[in-house]
């Protein structure tokens, strides 16, 4: 079975890996809300890689590409650029 590694789960010791600390770090993030609670599967914690990856971007403050604001696009018959 090939599984899609863009799609693979984010295991504890993956989120220690990604955010440079120790898996007893992770667990305090998770104590304290500032990690998402993840979903226990056995005795393995996991969250979904867009869940991880929103939380990242919300705690560093990047906007999803949908969201951010295109400048209005110009309207009518380009002008020719003037030169002397």
């Known amino acids: 079975m090939d599984r899609n ?8 010791e993956d989120a220690a890996a990604l955010l ?4 007893r770090t992770i667990d305090a993030f998770i104590a ?5 609670k993840p979903i226990a599967l056995g005795r ?6 867009e869940t991880f990856r929103a939380w990242e971007d919300r705690l560093f ?3 999803p ?3 951010i604001e ?3 696009a110009r309207r009518g018959r380009p002008r020719a ?3 002397p």
Request: glycine share 6%; charged share 15%.
């Open 5 to 12: 590694l863009a799609h693979k789960l984010i295991t504890k």
């Open 20 to 23: 440079s600390v120790s898996k």
């Open 32 to 36: 304290d809300g500032t990690l998402p």
């Open 44 to 49: 393995r914690v996991y969250w979904h890689p």
């Open 61 to 63: 403050g990047i906007q």
């Open 65 to 67: 590409s949908h969201a």
């Open 70 to 72: 295109q400048p209005p």
């Open 81 to 83: 650029s003037f030169t």
